[in-house]
């Protein structure tokens, strides 16, 4: 099976700032990769799914690229609401697994 | 709205089995498949399987095959999965999503499961 992986686990940031989250898949995997933010307590929710698309009424801060092995989600500026737990997903063929996340924090 | 609302929270023994229902609305249910997540404790999330209400195609994540069961109900939009033999490392969130577009885009309120003796 294909694993997915993420980087870093965790990070810490101003407001403001600009923060990247790579996730990347053992192997090629097309487009099929979605991001959740999962806020704590909270059920998850889709970001982005097929690599780019941003799930409607998302902020178009959150943005993501990538294909094949290595995606990445970009928040352009990050604010106090995003403050939660990241996590990727391939979504072309079962099973449908998902990364460990990354936990963004705000200084 | 498209709503999704699962049953309440379970405690079950060692060896048990549990049975998770999640009701389904405000969509047409055969249209869209279910899939079930799970969540340790302090953990991550854990995919464990998808099923087409439409056809009943289901795909299993390989480490629960064999002792986790979803099913479908049409008549009632309702999808339920059913997990057996139970160990404290069972213990969890279950959450149930309806699919599109490949992803999970609208999610239960999920079901805390605790097996304990």
């Known amino acids: 099976d294909i694993q997915m992986t993420q980087s870093p686990s965790s990070l810490s940031a101003s407001v403001g700032d600009r923060v990247t989250i790579t996730c990347r898949a053992s192997?090629?995997?097309?487009?099929?990769l979605a991001w959740y933010q999962q806020r704590p307590g909270k059920v998850p929710k889709v970001l982005i799914y097929t690599a780019s698309t941003l799930q409607p009424g998302v902020p178009s801060r959150f943005s993501g690229s990538g294909s094949g092995t290595d995606f990445t989600l970009t928040i352009s500026s990050l604010q106090p609401e995003d403050v939660a737990t990241y996590y990727c997903q391939k979504h072309n063929s079962a099973p449908h697994t998902f990364g460990p996340g990354t936990k963004v924090e705000t200084k | 709205q498209v709503q999704l609302v699962q049953s309440g929270t379970e405690v079950k023994k060692p060896g048990a089995s549990v049975k998770v229902s999640c009701r389904t609305s405000?969509?047409?249910?055969?249209?869209?498949?279910i899939t079930w997540v799970r969540q340790a404790p302090g953990q991550g999330l854990e995919w464990m399987g998808w099923?087409?209400?439409?056809?009943?195609?289901?795909n299993y994540e390989p480490k629960f095959q064999g002792r986790f069961t979803m099913t479908t109900d049409t008549s009632t939009s309702t999808a339920y999965m059913e997990l057996a033999s139970l160990t404290s490392d069972d213990t969890g969130v279950y959450y149930c999503?309806?699919?599109?577009?490949?992803?999970?885009?609208?999610w239960g309120q999920g079901t805390l499961l605790t097996v304990s003796s």
């Open positions: 099923i087409s209400p439409y056809n009943g195609q289901i």
């Open positions: 192997r090629d995997i097309g487009p099929y």
């Open positions: 999503a309806k699919i599109d577009f490949g992803t999970p885009d609208d």
């Open positions: 405000g969509y047409i249910f055969i249209n869209h498949g």
